[in-house]
């Protein structure tokens, strides 16, 4: 009763690939589909109302588009969803995955969740991000256990809603497992002589890191995913931020009854931003903080840690408009989650 539905083949899309010959180097989505079809039907003849997601491809939009087009002729029912996986950086040990590279603007994302969304909305089929995170392979030391990750992982979930999507998995779990499935090595223990502490409380990208003996404690990346479930149930809006300076982006919904909330990211190590916004009314703003973009802690949620039971706001900035324009300022490297008393024009 709590599966959702069988996805099989992780990351199919790779299996011809040199560094993992799971198949002939000839392998390609029709060999993929005619084998998945084997398996689907084997498993609805032993749990007929069996539902499957697919492909769950590692980085080819092709493949997603195409099961969308294929699968529901053949499976018209037991469709339940087009999925694939997404990192925006890797591996760990090349120098050139930075932390400003992290927080640089993707063209990729909107390009390739362009193409996706409209093929999933032709098959009337939902959109689901199953798999990714900062920077695949564990992640990297420094940066996807740092506070910048909060940062992305609020700004990527946030983005990936606006075109529809209706989920998004960030991997976790522990420095062991990801060792394991990698053939026996954590490319992230290279990068820093404290690596291995901090892969001893989880990988370097889990949001929630720690063992059922030490205990659990909340990583910067899940308060960037704390941060983006303010606007969860709303319905998103277009936003347009007119800013000079500061490396910032803004997602806004509007939600019935209530009033117009916005999340805004200054991206930016050394530019503060700030806004004013046409509107009349009250806001509470609610800050996500960091001592600075590398942190690994610090972090806070409106002045609260993530853990404490239950979690709640401890700190709420109060901000009513003057002559119908509020006025926000964030600091660098932050965030803010805003509540509006009424709709934004």
Known sequence: SSLLYFQIGNEPDYYGQPNNRLRAPDWDFDRYFAQWLTF????????????????DAGSSVEWVVRFAQEAPKYLPGP????????????????PSVTVARLLRPAPRVRRDMTRIMAAANAAHLPYRMTEGNTCYRGGKPGMSNAFCSALWSAGYMLELASFGCVGVNLHGGSASAI???????????????????EAAQGSFYTPIAGSLRTG?????????MK??????????????????GARATAYAADFPGEGTRLVILNKDAHEPLSLALPAHGRATLWRMLAPSLTAISG???AGATLGEHPWHPRHRQHITSSHGTMK??????SAAAVFCNQHLA
């Open 227 to 244: 941060l983006a479930m303010v606007l969860a149930g709303g319905h998103i809006r277009a936003v347009h931020l007119p800013v000079s």
């Open 40 to 55: 689907t039907h084997a498993i609805l003849k032993r749990v007929p109302h069996a539902q499957f997601g697919g492909p």
């Open 216 to 224: 659990f404690t909340a990583r910067p990346v899940f308060y960037g």
């Open 299 to 301: 972090v806070t949620l």
């Open 79 to 94: 469709i339940a969803a087009c999925t694939s996986h997404y990192y925006a950086e890797g591996p760990p040990d090349n």
């Open 179 to 197: 060792r394991h499935s990698l053939g026996g090595h954590l490319p992230g223990l290279k990068v820093s002589s404290q690596a291995a502490e």
């Open 328 to 333: 926000i300022a964030l600091p660098p490297a």
